[in-house]
């Protein structure tokens, strides 16, 4: 069974830089798009950004773009959220998610995909 | 990209039927068929429901069905049963990017 397993908890301090994980178990990685998507404490799911691990495209959230890099390394599977100067509030859960998700004609609908395979997260937690 | 809107909170009794909506734009909801529905547990991770606007995953009940008209896609939830209580979000590509919802907390009474 594919899975995406993802790095464990985080403590960090304002200002400190960070980088987090994503690892498809499977032989697929370049074939899928993946996103990030975070949940603060008890709140709701927001979308951080995408990239097609083929290429390393990006897209960004304008909430998030220029706070945070996303990036693959091929080599090993993984997918990377990072950033170079943590914010108290920056804490909070982050999942990564495969976009799956094929188009009547058979074609990888890419980004468009909905959100199919999912981590089971990484709490970040940021305080002095 | 602002997020979808959904209603905070639906309740129903067991064996009714609940729909929660999500309102996005003609940029989003209205413009593409790529809205999908997650539900997720406390301390869990969110699992797709319904993808494509109407499409049920492998072993998902189909007592959860969608449908979308105009800039509102619907989530409806029929037969209620107590393991339906959960958060659910909704979710639209959107061109350059992917949005949520605001999420909707079922409750079973």
């Known amino acids: 069974e594919v899975q995406l397993v993802q790095s464990g908890a985080e403590v960090k301090k304002p200002g400190e830089s960070l980088r987090i994980s994503c690892k498809d178990s499977?032989?697929?990685?370049?074939?899928?798009?993946i996103s990030w998507v975070r949940q603060m404490p008890g709140k709701g799911l927001e979308w951080v950004g995408r990239?097609?691990?083929?290429?390393?495209?990006?897209n960004y959230s304008p909430s998030f773009n220029g706070h945070v890099t996303i990036s693959v390394d091929t080599s090993m599977s993984t997918a990377y959220l990072q950033w170079s100067s943590l914010k108290a509030s920056d804490t909070a859960i982050y999942y990564c998610?495969?976009?799956?998700?094929?188009?009547?004609?058979?074609?990888?609908?890419?980004?468009?995909?909905?959100?199919?395979?999912w981590g089971r997260g990484t709490r970040v937690t940021v305080s002095s | 990209q602002s997020a979808l809107t959904q209603p905070a909170s639906v309740s129903g009794s067991v064996g009714q039927s609940i729909t929660i909506s999500c309102t996005g734009t003609?940029?989003?909801?209205?413009?593409?068929?790529?809205v999908s529905w997650y539900q997720q547990y406390p301390g869990q991770a969110p699992k797709v429901i319904i993808f494509?606007?109407?499409n049920r995953p492998s072993g998902v009940s189909s007592r959860f069905s969608g449908s979308k008209s105009g800039n509102t896609a619907s989530l409806i939830i029929s037969g209620l049963q107590a393991e339906d209580e959960a958060d659910y979000y909704c979710?639209?590509?959107?061109?350059?990017?992917?949005?949520f919802g605001s999420g909707t907390r079922v409750t079973v009474l």
């Open positions: 998610a495969r976009h799956d998700g094929f188009h009547s004609t058979g074609y990888y609908l890419g980004e468009a995909g909905y959100f199919g395979l």
């Open positions: 499977g032989n697929t990685f370049t074939s899928y798009w």
């Open positions: 990239i097609d691990p083929s290429d390393s495209y990006t």
């Open positions: 003609s940029n989003d909801v209205g413009a593409y068929n790529y």
């Open positions: 494509d606007v109407s």
């Open positions: 979710s639209s590509y959107a061109n350059s990017a992917n949005v």
